[in-house]
């Protein structure tokens, strides 16, 4: 059983910041995609950022020049720095590894709620 370890989140005001952080299994970390996603009341689980192990990242669109993904190898932790919040950006957030050959797994998800 993989687990993967969560801590930030919480409430912050719009235009307000918030970190997250994730560690995982040094042999899940070195070869894992590592990211997050988010799911909001009623809708579905979707991407917020990613990065592999040789440092590309992906963005939700949404995100993109507000949120700041990042991996500390030493640490076996992944993070998101969360910028400039709005209040879409409420939501439960899960921590996600996955790769080739090792499955996918989850997180036990963090609240992040942004007030207006």
């Known amino acids: 059983q993989v687990q993967l370890v969560e801590s930030g989140g919480g409430l912050a005001q719009a235009g307000g910041s918030l970190r997250l952080s994730c560690t995982a299994p040094?042999?899940?970390?070195?070869?894992?995609?590592m990211g997050w996603y988010r799911q909001a009341p009623g809708k579905q689980r979707e991407l917020v950022a990613n990065m592999s192990p040789g440092g590309t990242t992906i963005y939700a669109d949404s995100v993109k020049g507000r949120f700041t993904i990042s991996r500390d190898s030493a640490k076996m932790t992944v993070s998101l720095q969360m910028n400039s919040l709005k209040p879409e950006d409420t939501a439960v957030y899960y921590c996600?590894?996955?790769?080739?050959?090792?499955?996918?797994?989850w997180g036990q998800g963090t609240q992040v709620t942004v007030s207006s």
């Open positions: 040094g042999n899940i970390f070195s070869v894992a995609v």
């Open positions: 996600n590894a996955h790769g080739k050959a090792m499955g996918n797994y």
